[in-house]
């Protein structure tokens, strides 16, 4: 891995472990410190921030706009640095307040399925079999029909490199090879859940290279 994008994947390390997300604040004011703090690190976004809040939460592109959040809301937030060519990609659901049994039980649950996606991404496994860990926990769970993207990505200089971690997708992940696990759940009228990390796949595991 190059040594831009591990620089790339600290500073957004370095920022998610500061941000924090207030009642009151819109999810511009949260998009546009995330991009200052990108600007103090000498770094660009690596793509337009998603800052989601509430019901919006529920679109998996929910770029940020001039709705407050409200606390009791869950807000995804994915964004990532651009560093001297290298990018990072990285998405958080913060919860605003206690979360009620369901929030917490879709959080776990995709939780549950990021780590069993993590556990099958080794070299020469076939993404295809990657997306299938995490995609049948979360359909065994109920909310199968609220999964509706792939499970992750290659990424280097560009944001979505090959190969896509998709259930259609029979060509193996290889070693050395960086890529990111992002299951979701994502209920209209409700709100949504993704959690998203990069890991460099070995022959034994996928290591981890995001901290927060």
């Known amino acids: 891995m190059k040594t831009a994008q591990q620089k790339a994947i600290k500073i957004t390390n370095r920022i998610f472990r500061s941000l924090q997300i207030h009642e ?12 200052s703090q990108l600007r ?7 793509f337009r921030i998603i800052v989601a809040s509430g019901k919006r939460s529920a679109k998996p592109h929910g770029f940020a706009t001039n709705k407050k959040i ?8 994915d964004f990532g640095a651009w560093y001297r060519g290298y990018r990072a990609d990285v998405t958080r659901t ?11 039980k879709v959080l776990i649950i995709v939780r549950e399925a990021q780590k069993r996606a993590m556990a099958a991404a080794v070299a020469g496994r076939a993404c295809r079999e ?11 769970k109920g909310y ?4 509706v993207h792939s499970t992750g990505h290659a990424i280097g200089k560009k944001v979505h490199e090959a190969p896509k971690i998709s259930r259609k997708n029979p060509h193996s992940i290889r070693a050395g ?7 979701g759940i994502y209920i209209k009228g409700w709100g ?17 290279l995001t901290s927060f």
Request: proline share 5%; no cysteine.
């Open 192 to 208: 949504g859940v993704r959690i998203e990390d990069m890991g460099i796949v070995t022959k034994r595991s996928l290591k981890m």
């Open 144 to 147: 199968g029909k609220y999964f």
């Open 70 to 77: 409200k606390k009791g809301e869950l807000v995804v937030v």
């Open 94 to 104: 913060f919860m605003v307040g206690k979360p009620t049994p369901k929030q917490r």
């Open 24 to 35: 009151g604040q819109t999810e511009k004011e949260v998009a546009d410190w995330i991009k």
């Open 40 to 46: 103090r690190f000498g770094a660009h976004p690596a």
């Open 177 to 183: 090879q960086v890529i990111t696990i992002e299951p």
């Open 130 to 140: 990657v997306d299938k860990a995490a995609r049948d926990f979360i359909s065994k």
